[in-house]
């Protein structure tokens, strides 16, 4: 597997932590920290004509000139014709044209109360669109890490967001823990 950062994705985001990856892909991972984007996107396009590797992973920030829509068309070219799986994550990006075969919007959201005490943080959950694929419908889910594989969040587990927003009638939400 190959990760390639430019040098404000690491700012914004931090580097792969080993530690969060599958025991058999640990060793297996090649980061490669980029100092600009036309460097990260170089990296991405000859790591996507290695066959020996599983995928390839491309984090940059923003919407820098250097990815403009022929670049997204020469790495989704690149990936289709040498078979390597490919994602591109952009950081705190504006929406923008690109050729992806399929275009996510990912963001954190509020976690299901674990059921042996409401007060506790719950798993991590996200909030997933799909908003453009050739091959499938445009769709929502939340999704959490339960037992360390993503799954739908059920209705029925789904935090109501009205919580968050009940009046703290003049006292902090930390005093109204207290009371």
């Given at each position: 597997m190959l990760w390639v950062q430019d040098r404000a994705a690491i700012r914004r985001g931090g580097r792969p932590c080993l530690q969060g990856l599958p025991a058999d892909l640990r060793h297996r991972l090649i980061h490669v920290a980029a100092n600009t984007p036309e460097d990260a996107l170089f990296a991405l396009?000859?790591?996507?004509?290695?066959?020996?590797?599983?995928?390839?992973?491309?984090?940059?920030?923003?919407?820098?000139?250097?990815?403009?829509?022929?670049?997204?068309?020469?790495?989704?070219?690149?990936?289709?014709?040498?078979?390597?799986?490919?994602?591109?994550?952009?950081?705190?990006?504006?929406?923008d044209l690109s050729s992806a075969r399929m275009r996510w919007r990912v963001r954190a959201a509020v976690?299901?109360?674990?059921?042996?005490?409401?007060?506790?943080?719950?798993?991590?959950?996200?909030?997933?669109?799909?908003?453009?694929?050739?091959?499938?419908?445009?769709?929502k889910w939340m999704l959490d890490d339960a037992d360390g594989t993503l799954r739908p969040v059920s209705a029925a587990d789904a935090p109501d967001p009205r919580d968050l927003a009940r009046p703290t009638v003049g006292r902090s939400l930390a005093a109204r823990a207290r009371a």
């Open positions: 396009e000859e790591g996507l004509k290695c066959r020996d590797l599983a995928c390839v992973i491309g984090e940059i920030a923003g919407n820098p000139r250097a990815l403009s829509f022929a670049a997204s068309r020469r790495l989704s070219l690149a990936a289709e014709r040498h078979g390597i799986a490919l994602w591109l994550v952009r950081l705190d990006a504006a929406p976690s299901p109360r674990p059921r042996w005490n409401p007060a506790a943080p719950g798993r991590a959950t996200w909030h997933a669109e799909l908003f453009r694929a050739r091959a499938h419908p445009p769709g």
